[in-house]
């Protein structure tokens, strides 16, 4: 099962992306914390690879992250392309 995520990672990631440690609503923030579920989810499948409940939450925030990413790309398309380069998610 994978573990759940800490209070403080959580702030320090919005501090990163989202501009302040409260500022949870932010876009950046949120795809960034998506993404970093993603990575960890990723690494407990590929040692776990029959755990399908898993698997499906993957694959939930793989789509939440993808219509996040669309919105900002068609809210601001430089942002966007920041926070890919940031986040290394597109080659």
Same mark, same amino acid.
């Given at each position: 099962?994978?573990?759940?995520?800490?209070?403080?990672?959580?702030?320090?990631?919005?501090?990163?992306?989202?501009?302040?440690?409260?500022?949870?609503?932010?876009?950046?923030?949120?795809?960034? #914390?998506?993404? =970093?579920?993603?990575?960890?989810?990723?690494?407990?499948?590929? @040692?776990?690879? /029959?755990?399908?409940?898993? !698997?499906?939450?993957?694959?939930?925030?793989?789509?939440?992250?993808?219509? #996040?990413?669309? =919105?900002?790309?068609?809210?601001?398309?430089?942002?966007?392309? @920041?926070?890919? /380069?940031?986040?290394?998610? !597109?080659?």
């Amino acid at each position: 099962m994978p573990e759940y995520l800490p209070k403080e990672k959580i702030e320090e990631i919005f501090q990163e992306y989202g501009g302040d440690a409260r500022n949870t609503g932010s876009i950046e923030g949120q795809i960034a #914390l998506f993404t =970093y579920r993603i990575q960890n989810l990723s690494k407990h499948l590929h @040692e776990n690879k /029959k755990d399908h409940a898993c !698997r499906r939450a993957l694959l939930n925030l793989v789509g939440k992250r993808k219509r #996040l990413l669309r =919105y900002l790309s068609r809210k601001d398309i430089n942002a966007y392309r @920041e926070l890919i /380069k940031k986040l290394n998610i !597109r080659g």
